[in-house]
């Protein structure tokens, strides 16, 4: 069977299938739609790199019962909202990166504002930014994505049945799961932030490290999606129920989620030392940022040359492009549905051997002249979680979602038990004014109703000869593409082993605080280290979190995987 490419058929072929499709047991049976084709294995076993064992068992059942990367992709994306409830998520959105019978895809789910939204709706009468509205409590709430994003991605390239896929989800939900040391801690952070002024406590207070935790509300919520597809979320009693905790206390409506739709988008694809890059387009910064600092590094090869990995020199050379980066994505990125992003002129070769030639090898450039490169006058706290997957058919899904904060909003669903994101803070509540990652943006990035807020996730895949060499992504809001980055840096230009390349230092800087290196706690930038970065002119400042990168590397017909060892992923590989 040939894979049907949607984007060939008609807006209405496709609803009369979709209807038929449903009318039909379509939940019942395979879906008559386009699935990817029964290849012949390629690879010696199926991989995954998850955020935990629940999802990574969930991944293992899939893949055994047949299911592909996809099916995989989409039993762990609904496993981690049970046991992950952190950073997975019904209640968030995201994206995902696929490569499936040897061609791109990109499905972006991420959160909407909704109808009511406001370009000034976190501002006091002042023009002040009201502190914590975009964080905390219903306002912060984008419309959900992730339910209509698995539905499509199943739908399109699955084997399985839906039903089987969310099996396992409902499965750890009803029965719960035992409760992770990590898990009770960013618990207790969150409530701490909450502070009783959302419902927070009322569903998580009771989860005890050692002890099983069940959500039989999200069970059944579960079971109706399982039962009756997106729809239930979108258009159903789980749609009812979200609404409802709106009501007096935040703008999304029944019209809201009736109006969502995830979005099959071309991803950012560039052309590195050897590899094709496919990655997050707008309403991500994230590829962009990414296939910038790729090449700007490759432009500045002989400054780097000689200069030993995580040195001084090795960081400040890093942070002036970095500086770079984040001066373009405050400038021109955004949702491109409602702003022209200049995606091929950011990534255009000329114009980045340009901005490196900018780099001063010396000492940090001033933060000020630091300008987007295109000109202006173009047209115009934390958790997230990613999963990499490839199947023995040589297919690969890598894919990043969110609420973005641990636990996002705060605000749990009454009677349905979904942890609703606070996506909402990912705009520019007013133009220079930083929100919780300490990024600004400008008009770009203004909130308009139904529209993305721009995001940092970089769910990446690199291949080489048309086949699957790389899978990787993490979470960590505007430190995630300079996290991949320096991963990817570290296993191509420094040749080290995927564990090794993936627990290795990292850093970060981003424009703004001026010339301020951002270091973590697992390898911290400390002792003689410390003083000759801050001898170069920086000033470092500790951060809690610098990403959890979950990564497959492919060698050969053999996959390799890696979870990093600052989280609590595992890494399974299924023959
Ligand atoms: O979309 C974004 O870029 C952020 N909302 C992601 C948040 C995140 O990665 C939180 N993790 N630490």
Redesign the pocket.
Known sequence: MKLIDRTRISAGTLALVTLTAISTGFLEATPALAKAPQQKPVLTASAVAVADRYAADAAEQIFREGGNAVDAAVAIAFTLAVTYPE?GNIGGGGFMTLYVDGKPYFLDFRERAPLAATRTMYLDEQGNVIKGKSLYGGYAVGVPGTVDGMWEAQRRFGKLKWKQVLAPAIHYARDGFEVDEQLVKRRDDASKQFDGKTNFDQYFGGMKQGETFRQPELAAVLTRIANDGAKDFYNGRTADLIAASMKGNGLITKRDLQDYKAVWRQPVEAKWNGYDVITAPPP?S?GVGLVQLLKMKADLAPQFKDVPLNSPQYIHLTAEIEKRVFADRAQYLGDPDFYKVPVAQLTDDAYLAKRAAEVDPDKPSDTKSVQPGLGTSMPEK???THFSVVDRWGNAVSS?Y?I??YFGSGVVVPGAGIVLND?MD?FASKPGVPNM?GVVGSDANAIAPRKR?L???TPTILTKDGKVALVIGT????R?FTSIFQVVNNLYDFDMPLKDAVGAMRFHHQLLPPNTIFWEPYQPIDGPLAKQVEAKGYVLKGQD?NGDIQAIRIDGDTPEAAADPRGRGVTRIVQ
């Open positions: 950073a991500s994230g934390a958790e997230t990043t969110t973005n904060g996506e990912d990652f807020p995001s940092s996730m979470p960590g809001g505007s995630i979190f």
